[in-house]
């Protein structure tokens, strides 16, 4: 058990690494850091001082393991544009995404295991063929063709809910929170279900197929032949079985929400990470895009450790299957 | 051709008002988008055309200044909104398209190399595919448009983005023709064939390009086809973004960008047409791949 703990954590360092690489080499190689730090009218000198001075005339191994060094510590440069800190610019804007992301994410969970489970107890039925067509439509939407259509019927043609924006914050120290301001609230609305709206459809089907292969053995059909009530023999019986992979696949979707948010976000003008990022790429802000980079690629390698280990926790198979072979 | 239309595929095919409906209007639209210069009655591109005085007309009415009836309506400078969304849709596909080849090329050939080489390089090429496929692929396109656009001097920017926004969603749809491809390759290299073919002492090359290359592209088709729906959103969401076509060469994703700025003051024609477009472009290239997934491959699903 520690040894496959081990392998694992040894893999998960190993794509860090690469993906700090490639943070590096963007940041290193796109665009010069010292093109940006000096006027136009520079001498030769000044340049190769500045160049002796950031320390690009060391070996790259020594710059790639300085920029690792630096990052770990928040330090990822300034922003070319504004000359801000860059991890100052990433802390002000991560509570929009986050506020965003878990509220989506909430919405996705709730809604999509309650439809799923509704679908396979009524399956055939005339509500459910109706919520399992409209969510065939809701795969096939682009997310911005979402938000877009979400924003004409409820901020332009009913006038319900904003279509931009936080609306009032208040600040809890470091954190911004939109959670408790009503305009808050009813401007999370809108980006919420955009953002959300794919997980939801994705996490419904999972639990519908899982239901109905759950349903399908013969422990249920024990069970009813005990005499057990549908409500037991549904929900005490056969939902804690598929909610497995339910929550690992609900798990793993954390990441792609993070990465979506980029859309949502612009959709909304929501003042996140997601937008930061969209404007560093469209004005070439090279330092803004490696940070998010290795952000995000933080992000990714601890959701997928957590899932594996939680799969690993739950499903004792697994666990001999590891011991016996390879991967 | 008499082969193609006795076999049991084309049966099936005529008998699917699913797969019959949705090709009829992929096929549409290709056909719309590649004479879109004979069919639109303007050309969107030409500035000298455009008449301001014609902007915001909305559709199937004359415009109060000049008279002129455009059945979809006019945008903000006046252009031919049905002649812009030939236009948008032909860099749509375009776009769409090259992307797909580029993806399915160096798949296929990073797949063939990984399965029939093994050791080292297979490792390599397939771990790197693991690294890239934890990032969903859009943000991997969104990554590599701005680090093209930081390479390139910003005078070429604009110029060459549609063949950086190829290049971006080439490079980030890669993987699952890789994969599959890989995994027939290394089913087909232990067969006697490829042991008769080394024999006779042809190189790897040989053996890979000209005898296990046309065994395994079955499936690429399939692969191909859905992903050309993923590259179409894919394409679309970037321009939506302010990422990906510019506005002098608009695609529908720019169209329906620009159209959200109009919503408010009330010119909705300007977003719903455009949309309207896309979602019935990739729906039906999505639900084409879906049947003919499940009609020649049915284990990729």
Redesign the interface.
């Known amino acids: 058990m520690v040894l496959i703990l081990l392998r694992r954590l040894g893999q998960a360092i190993l794509v860090l690494f690469i993906v700090a690489l490639i943070s590096f080499l963007i940041f290193r190689y796109v665009g010069s850091p010292v093109d940006n730090l000096l006027s136009q009218e520079a001498t030769v000198q000044q340049r190769a001082d500045l160049e002796e001075a950031l320390g690009l005339n060391d070996p790259v191994y020594e710059q790639y393991f300085r920029f690792v060094w630096n990052a770990v510590n928040f330090d990822f440069g300034n922003s070319y544009r504004g000359s801000l800190p860059v991890a100052e610019l990433i802390s002000s804007r991560l509570p929009a995404t986050l506020e965003l992301a878990f509220t989506s994410a909430l919405f996705a969970l709730l809604l999509g295991v309650i439809t799923g489970i509704y679908t396979a107890i009524r399956r055939g039925g005339l509500l459910a063929n109706l919520i399992l067509t409209l969510s065939l439509i809701g795969v096939s939407l682009p997310t911005f063709l979402i938000g877009v259509l979400l924003i004409w019927v409820f901020a332009v043609e009913l006038q319900w809910l904003p279509s931009f924006g936080r609306g009032e914050v208040v600040k809890l120290g470091w954190w911004s929170t939109g959670f408790l301001t009503l305009s808050g609230v009813k401007s999370l609305i809108l980006p919420s279900i955009t953002l959300g709206l794919y997980q939801l459809t994705l996490i419904m089907r999972l639990t519908r197929s899982e239901m109905l292969e759950v349903l399908r053995q013969d422990y249920v059909r024990f069970a009813r032949a005990l005499g057990l009530s549908q409500r037991s023999v549904y929900f005490k019986h056969a939902l804690p079985n598929t909610m497995i992979p339910v929550t690992t696949i609900a798990g793993l979707q954390l990441g792609s929400i993070v990465a979506f948010a980029i859309i949502t976000e612009t959709v909304f003008q929501w003042p996140g990470v997601g937008l930061l990022f969209i404007n560093a790429v469209y004005f070439v802000d090279i330092p803004v895009m490696s940070a998010y980079l290795l952000l995000v690629g933080v992000l990714f390698v601890f959701i997928n450790l957590a899932v594996d280990l939680l799969y690993l926790a739950i499903d004792p198979r697994l666990r001999d299957s590891q011991l016996s072979g390879d991967s | 051709m008499k082969r193609f239309f006795a076999s049991d595929f084309f049966y099936d095919f005529v008998r699917s008002p699913v797969a019959l409906l949705s090709f009829l209007i992929v096929l549409f639209l290709v056909l719309s988008a590649v004479f879109a210069s004979v069919i639109a009655p303007t050309n969107p591109f030409d500035a000298a055309s455009l008449n301001l005085m014609n902007g915001f007309t909305p559709p199937m009415e004359p415009n109060p200044f000049t008279g002129d009836v455009f059945w979809m309506g006019t945008d903000d400078q006046g252009r031919d909104l049905f002649s812009a969304i030939l236009y948008g849709l032909r860099i749509s596909l375009f776009v769409g398209a090259m992307a797909v080849a580029l993806a399915a090329v160096m798949g296929v050939l990073l797949g063939l190399i990984a399965g029939y080489m093994g050791g080292w390089l297979d490792n390599l090429i397939m771990r790197f595919a693991d ?1 890239q496929m ?3 692929s ?2 991997v396109a ?2 590599i ?3 093209a ?3 390139l001097p910003p005078e070429l920017r604009d110029e060459m983005a549609i063949t950086v926004l190829i290049v971006s969603i080439g490079l980030s749809e890669w993987v699952p023709f890789a994969r599959t491809v890989r995994g027939s390759t290394m089913v087909e290299k232990e067969k006697e064939y490829i042991a008769a073919a080394r024999l006779i002492g042809l190189n790897r090359w040989q053996i890979m390009m000209r005898h296990i290359l046309p065994n395994v592209l079955n499936p690429v088709l399939v692969i191909a086809t859905i992903t050309l729906a993923l590259a179409i ?1 894919a394409e ?2 970037l321009s ?4 990906g076509a510019p506005r002098t060469e608009p695609s529908l994703g720019t169209l ?1 960008r620009v159209g ?1 700025d109009f ?2 003051s009330g010119e ?1 024609w300007i ?1 719903l047409f455009p ?1 309207c477009t ?2 019935a472009l ?2 039906s290239v ?1 639900l084409f791949g879906d049947w003919l997934r499940d009609k020649l491959n049915p284990r990729l699903k």
Do not use: C, E
């Open positions: 690294i934890t990032f969903p859009i943000l969104m990554l448009f701005g680090v656009r930081g390479i959103i679309a969401t939506f973004l302010g990422v329906i959200q919503l408010f909705w977003l949309a896309l979602l990739a729906l999505n």
